[in-house]
């Protein structure tokens, strides 16, 4: 039915869509699942539509209407979708570093029934577990401070740092490190996955902070960014265009992951009440950094909409359009 409105469109203009019928299809095409369209900027429509009318007549012609296809409406009519399940680790959630302790005193455990309903009712085209992975000697454990030099940087003597004082560390690579219990020991019963998180066949597993002298918050890059899992390079071949991410800590790794999944260039999804944090400021401040980047938060139950493509989010949609710009 979509796909005759937009065929409609192209036959009904013989040389092509003008501002005002491209104007429609927008409004045909970013709806919500119940068909209701979304507000669009002024803005994003003139840019656009720019984008789409590359010999800049003024008119998205047949060739360039086909390349608008391919490129960008299919997409948004049928994502390719993974979701990353992000550290539901013992240790997170009752061990040496569960979060209710920490500030915002949220309960890491009221991830699992949403992300077990979200995983045996949502058709995701490939599912990620990351762990968080360390050997004993990590970087980020203050019980292991005195293992490499360091400064603080608030001016403390070295012997009056604390846990959770942030450090810098003279490397190489010269690191600021926030110093955490011991956490996540490879091989440790706080290492290992939440034994009521779901696993699903054919998920792939991803290890990070997996290397003594640098930590990795991100699923996708460590924190100096100088090496790589291979999540993009996986979810590339998959030809994925939509990342969604939940799990703890919100502030941390979820944020992280998902800022980094933003500027490789996916359409990106958190899912808010699949999520637990650590600092109540710094979850804000997450959301607003994801905002800025076009990513969406959403509660769990609009996930089925967007993934079967009936919920078409203008943010992602022209997230969509930019990124193929920057190419
Ligand atoms: C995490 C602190 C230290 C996380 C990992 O998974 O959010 N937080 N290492
Ligand atoms: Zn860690």
Redesign the pocket.
Known sequence: MIKQSFDNFSDTNAKGLTRKSFDNLLSALLVNEDNKPYHIPIQWKTHLFNLFDTNGDDIIDNQEFQQMWNNWIHTILEPTSALIV??V?ND?ISGS?A?NKCEAGQQGEEVIPVINQLLDTIPFNKVFY?Q?W?PSDHI?FYENRTLRKFSSIEGKCPSNVNLYDTVVFEGPPQTRQ?L?PN??IQQTWGSLLHSQLKIVDNSVFIYK?TQSHI?S?SVFWDNQRLSQTNLDQQLQGLGVSDVYVC????????G?TAVDSCQLGYRTVLIDDGCR??SDTAINQTKQQLDRNLAVCVHSNQVYHLVTGSDRRPELAYKMAIKQLDH
């Open positions: 992000v550290d680790q997170f570093l979060i990351s968080d360390h980020s926030k955490w956490h996540c902070g930590d918050y799990g703890i800590a919100t502030d941390i790794c979820v992280y944090g650590v």
